[in-house]
């Protein structure tokens, strides 16, 4: 009855009043399905991710490619094509310096936020935000 | 005129109230309440409870609800007017002569009040699946895809589901409404919706209202379990930074595990094909439009309507019965028994790998996408300030709506 149950697809024969046995199969059935679906994509993830890592070309980090703290002021060479002016860039490090409390902090990269996003962005955060934490 | 007034009082809503539509206003206040007071899932419940409310009034236009046969009521009647067309007949197939002789017509008319039309989104399964869609916009499963063993947990937390699909069969349920009271446990209420509406219509408010109210109770419910089941020990592990996922990898990932899911379980196919195509487009980075009206416009818009259809299907008649009271209480074994199937399978895994996992990430598990990974995070700086498990638990807690929609799936393909 077992091996019946598990390996063969009987599942539509399940009474409306299954026996504790059958509800215990039936139940160990729908766990090995889930297991078997996701441990299959996990395989899959796996196994591209090795790809992925090999495939993938050494990166050496720019050497200007930041600043970092105390003077946290990126270079003018750091943003691309100097597309931000100094002064907006002297004062994002100071609000940027004033918002962590003068603690050790590094200015990865100032970019223009992206308009186009800006709508999905405002989606995301107000149906991320609606789920409370208390 | 005191015969007009009479006349008109007559035609008035006042003689079909009941007592038991006074106790539904109660239960739908009450709904309000927690939802706008203090804020729980409102996105959710407060059309639910607007329905409900609505559900419990003598209103005209809305929606035709018949009794029958059988004592119970079946909602979003219409009615239809038609025009035989000539030389329609047909007599019965000679293969099936018990079939009845169909003839075709000509629809002049449909009548039928608002949500007799609207509701047709939950019951022909549509709004379901159009949710996912904006879900799977909105989801990013690079912390996933990163780690992607944290899919066992995903996996693992499904435990609820078929230890309350024992306890509801024991407590008196079919086999059919069993499946769609463990649903609860996979704190998905889209898939919830989809499932109790195809195999246990007639449970379909109470579990909804169950799914959503313990959905937002989460934080209330997880951390004592975490508690219990995890040392001091193991709740300040701290977990490897997760590597950078690539575009590439995020679209494959999307199509592979659609191809996957709907090769194993096919009856999830809708749930699936909708939450992937949705990831596509949103990591695909050409269809902003699109991305943006799955995220916003879409998700949104269905979400009142399949709020309120839920809610409208909350008649006194219906769920004043002592299977909802049932169904509240099997609910939260549900939930529990997943979050304690995530927490345990983590520990499992720590026994097994070298690189340790943080337990308290596996009761992320339980989909309730995103809070039940932030609940992981805040219990695990409860111990450790500086320990940031937000972006580890996502991996579970996406894994966990694939694994909730295959359980769906399953259910589906063994009991429909």
Same mark, same amino acid.
């Given at each position: 009855?077992?091996?019946?149950?598990?390996?063969?697809?009987?599942?539509?024969?399940?009474?409306?009043?299954?026996?504790?046995?059958?509800?215990?199969?039936?139940?160990?059935?729908?766990?090995?399905?889930?297991?078997?679906?996701?441990?299959?994509?996990?395989?899959?993830?796996?196994?591209?991710?090795v790809?992925?890592?090999?495939?993938?070309?050494?990166?050496?980090?720019?050497a200007?490619?930041?600043?970092?703290?105390?003077?946290?002021?990126?270079?003018?060479?750091?943003?691309?094509?100097? *597309?931000?002016?100094?002064?907006?860039?002297?004062?994002?490090?100071?609000?940027?310096?004033?918002?962590?409390?003068?603690?050790?902090?590094?200015?990865?990269?100032?970019?223009?936020?992206?308009?186009?996003?800006?709508? *999905?962005?405002?989606?995301?955060?107000?149906?991320?935000?609606?789920?409370?934490?208390? | 005129?005191?015969?007009?007034?009479?006349?008109?009082?007559?035609?008035?809503?006042?003689?079909?109230?009941?007592?038991?539509?006074?106790?539904?206003?109660?239960?739908?206040?009450?709904?309000?309440?927690?939802?706008?007071?203090?804020?729980?899932?409102?996105?959710?419940?407060?059309?639910?409870a607007?329905?409900?409310?609505?559900a419990?009034?003598?209103?005209?236009?809305?929606?035709?609800?018949e009794?029958?046969?059988?004592?119970?009521?079946?909602?979003?009647?219409f009615?239809?007017?038609?025009?035989? =067309?000539?030389?329609?007949?047909?007599?019965?197939?000679?293969?099936?002569p018990?079939a009845?002789?169909?003839?075709?017509?000509?629809?002049?008319?449909?009548?039928?009040?608002?949500y007799?039309?609207?509701?047709?989104?939950?019951?022909?399964?549509?709004?379901?699946? =159009?949710?996912?869609?904006?879900?799977?916009?909105?989801?990013?499963?690079?912390?996933?895809?990163?780690?992607?063993?944290? =899919?066992l947990?995903?996996?693992?937390?499904?435990?609820?589901?078929?230890?309350?699909?024992?306890?509801?069969?024991?407590?008196?349920?079919?086999a059919?409404?069993?499946?769609?009271?463990?649903?609860?446990?996979?704190?998905?209420?889209?898939?919830?919706?989809?499932?109790?509406?195809?195999?246990?219509?007639?449970?379909?408010?109470?579990?909804?209202?169950?799914?959503?109210?313990?959905?937002?109770?989460?934080?209330?419910?997880?951390?004592?379990?975490?508690?219990?089941?995890?040392?001091?020990?193991?709740?300040?592990?701290?977990?490897?930074?997760?590597?950078?996922?690539?575009?590439?990898?995020?679209?494959?990932?999307?199509?592979?595990?659609?191809?996957?899911?709907?090769?194993?379980?096919?009856?999830?196919?809708?749930?699936?094909?909708?939450?992937m =195509?949705?990831?596509?487009?949103?990591?695909?980075?050409?269809?902003?439009?699109?991305?943006?009206?799955?995220?916003?416009?879409?998700?949104?818009?269905?979400?009142?309507?399949?709020?309120?259809?839920?809610?409208?299907?909350?008649?006194?008649?219906?769920?004043?019965?002592?299977?909802?009271?049932?169904?509240?209480?099997?609910g939260?074994?549900?939930?529990?028994?997943?979050?304690?199937g995530?927490?345990?399978?983590?520990?499992?895994?720590?026994?097994?790998?070298?690189?340790?996992?943080?337990?308290?990430?596996?009761?992320?598990?339980?989909s309730?996408?995103?809070?039940?990974?932030?609940?992981?995070?805040?219990?695990?700086?409860?111990?450790?300030?500086?320990?940031?498990?937000?972006?580890?638990?996502?991996?579970?807690?996406?894994?966990?709506?694939?694994?909730t929609?295959?359980?769906?799936?399953?259910?589906?393909?063994?009991?429909?």
């Amino acid at each position: 009855m077992a091996t019946h149950l598990i390996l063969s697809p009987p599942l539509a024969t399940l009474p409306d009043y299954p026996s504790v046995g059958e509800s215990v199969l039936f139940q160990l059935n729908g766990l090995i399905v889930v297991f078997l679906a996701l441990g299959s994509i996990w395989g899959m993830l796996e196994l591209m991710g090795v790809i992925f890592r090999r495939s993938k070309p050494a990166v050496t980090p720019p050497a200007s490619a930041a600043a970092t703290s105390p003077a946290a002021a990126p270079t003018p060479a750091s943003t691309p094509a100097c *597309a931000v002016p100094p002064e907006i860039i002297a004062v994002i490090s100071a609000a940027v310096h004033v918002a962590t409390a003068g603690q050790p902090h590094r200015i990865a990269a100032i970019v223009p936020a992206n308009a186009q996003l800006d709508w *999905a962005r405002e989606g995301r955060r107000t149906i991320f935000a609606s789920h409370k934490t208390r | 005129m005191l015969q007009g007034l009479l006349d008109y009082l007559s035609t008035t809503g006042f003689q079909f109230i009941t007592w038991k539509m006074v106790i539904m206003w109660a239960v739908a206040g009450v709904l309000i309440y927690l939802a706008v007071a203090k804020g729980f899932e409102p996105l959710l419940l407060v059309p639910i409870a607007f329905g409900a409310l609505v559900a419990n009034l003598p209103t005209r236009g809305i929606i035709t609800v018949e009794q029958l046969a059988n004592g119970t009521t079946d909602s979003a009647i219409f009615r239809v007017e038609a025009t035989p =067309l000539e030389n329609s007949a047909h007599a019965p197939a000679a293969s099936d002569p018990h079939a009845a002789p169909t003839q075709t017509l000509k629809v002049n008319r449909v009548e039928g009040g608002l949500y007799d039309f609207i509701s047709q989104g939950v019951k022909l399964e549509l709004f379901p699946p =159009l949710i996912f869609l904006g879900v799977g916009a909105l989801t990013d499963f690079g912390p996933l895809i990163a780690m992607p063993r944290t =899919l066992l947990l995903g996996a693992a937390a499904q435990l609820g589901l078929f230890m309350t699909f024992f306890g509801a069969n024991l407590l008196g349920f079919t086999a059919k409404q069993s499946a769609s009271i463990g649903i609860i446990g996979g704190a998905d209420g889209p898939t919830a919706i989809f499932l109790s509406n195809k195999l246990a219509p007639e449970l379909l408010g109470a579990i909804a209202v169950a799914a959503y109210s313990y959905m937002s109770l989460v934080p209330l419910i997880q951390p004592p379990i975490m508690r219990l089941l995890t040392t001091k020990k193991e709740r300040v592990i701290r977990m490897q930074k997760l590597r950078p996922v690539s575009k590439t990898e995020k679209l494959i990932f999307a199509v592979m595990v659609m191809m996957i899911c709907i090769l194993l379980v096919p009856d999830a196919s809708a749930l699936i094909v909708m939450l992937m =195509l949705g990831n596509f487009l949103r990591e695909c980075g050409v269809t902003e439009r699109l991305v943006k009206s799955a995220q916003n416009e879409i998700i949104n818009v269905l979400t009142i309507f399949l709020g309120t259809t839920v809610g409208l299907t909350m008649r006194a008649d219906n769920f004043l019965a002592t299977d909802t009271l049932k169904i509240i209480v099997l609910g939260v074994v549900a939930f529990s028994f997943s979050t304690a199937g995530g927490i345990l399978a983590a520990k499992l895994m720590n026994v097994l790998s070298k690189n340790p996992v943080n337990p308290l990430i596996g009761s992320a598990g339980v989909s309730a996408v995103p809070m039940a990974a932030r609940v992981s995070h805040v219990e695990g700086q409860r111990y450790d300030s500086n320990n940031y498990l937000l972006m580890h638990a996502m991996g579970p807690n996406v894994a966990g709506v694939i694994g909730t929609a295959v359980a769906a799936g399953y259910f589906l393909s063994a009991l429909s």
